[in-house]
């Protein structure tokens, strides 16, 4: 089952998809990561990322997910675990550069398509429901206003122990808004099909038993529609026999009835 989860930056998107992957035992997949880790190893290679054509240098890359029981994951790209140097200044400046790229985004998408198969994800991200999976059995939009977003990216900093001004974290927020709503491709846009869940003024968990209860809803339907299909299929094979006992009864014939029909 593919469940996703788009929305703008601070919405609360990676931590309740996270959460919600423990609960349910899906595995849980930051599509913003690999764009940092695309952009981390051009930086790290001196590439240009602006003025180069990099997809082939992308695409030999050897990018992995090492999926941890707690709901987390590893990031590792030719076997280097890259999962904190991705979330560096440095990289989150440039990372809209190579984010705005049809080229590059065709590649992270095939990536994430491969990732997937056969298997239960909740995957986060701008595209995630709108482009990368139309098909998912679940969507969510997850948003909050921009001060809430800001506020929370604030204590993010905090915790990691940078000193920003608040100020300056909304007016970041707000050009990362900006870019992430108006790039050509891979814009972030609500799907039609997608829950929409406004997380201002609601705790982590509320959110996560939301979306739970949706996606229970959704797998109790598909579990009721699979059955309806079975009891139909069922219905089919056994029509005919039933019609020619039904026509011999009629003409006084003796039937034998036994428990497969019934
Ligand atoms: O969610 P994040 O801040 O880690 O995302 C990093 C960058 O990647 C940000 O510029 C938005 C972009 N991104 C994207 O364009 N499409 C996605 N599906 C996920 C992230």
Do not use: C
């Not at 919600?20 to 240009?48: C, P, V």
């Not at 440039?94 to 398509?113: G, Q």
């Not at 998912?136 to 909050?144: G, R």
């Amino acid at each position: 089952m593919i469940v996703t989860i788009d929305g703008p930056s601070g919405a609360g998107k990676s931590t309740v998809a996270n959460q919600l992957a423990k609960r349910l035992g899906f595995r849980h997949i930051d599509s913003g990561a690999i764009y940092r880790a695309l952009t981390l190893l051009a930086l790290k290679h001196n590439r240009d990322i602006e003025g180069e054509d990099l997809s082939d240098f992308f695409r030999g890359l050897d990018i992995r997910y090492e999926f941890l029981d707690d709901g987390s994951f590893r990031l590792l790209v030719n076997g280097e675990d890259v999962s904190d140097a991705i979330r560096s200044d440095e990289v989150s400046n440039k990372v809209s550069i190579v984010a705005k790229k049809k080229e590059y985004r065709d590649i992270v998408n095939d990536i994430l398509r491969r990732l997937v198969v056969g298997g239960d994800f909740v995957l986060d991200g701008r595209d995630m429901g709108s482009e990368v999976f139309p098909n998912a059995e679940v969507k969510f939009y997850l948003t909050a206003s921009l001060e809430e977003r800001a506020r929370r990216r604030y204590e993010d900093y905090k915790m990691m122990g940078i000193e920003k001004d608040m100020g300056d974290v909304k007016k970041e927020l707000e050009e990362r808004d900006e870019k992430d709503m108006n790039r050509e491709y891979g814009a972030l846009k609500k799907a039609d099909d997608s829950f929409y869940i406004d997380t201002t003024n609601k705790k982590i968990k509320e959110v996560v038993e939301e979306m739970e209860t949706k996606i229970k809803e959704r797998l109790q339907k598909e579990e009721e529609s699979d059955a309806d299909e079975y009891f139909q299929q069922l219905l089919e094979e056994k029509r005919e026999p039933i019609m020619e006992d039904i026509e011999g009864i009629k003409k006084g014939k003796v039937v034998h009835i036994d428990d497969s029909v019934v």
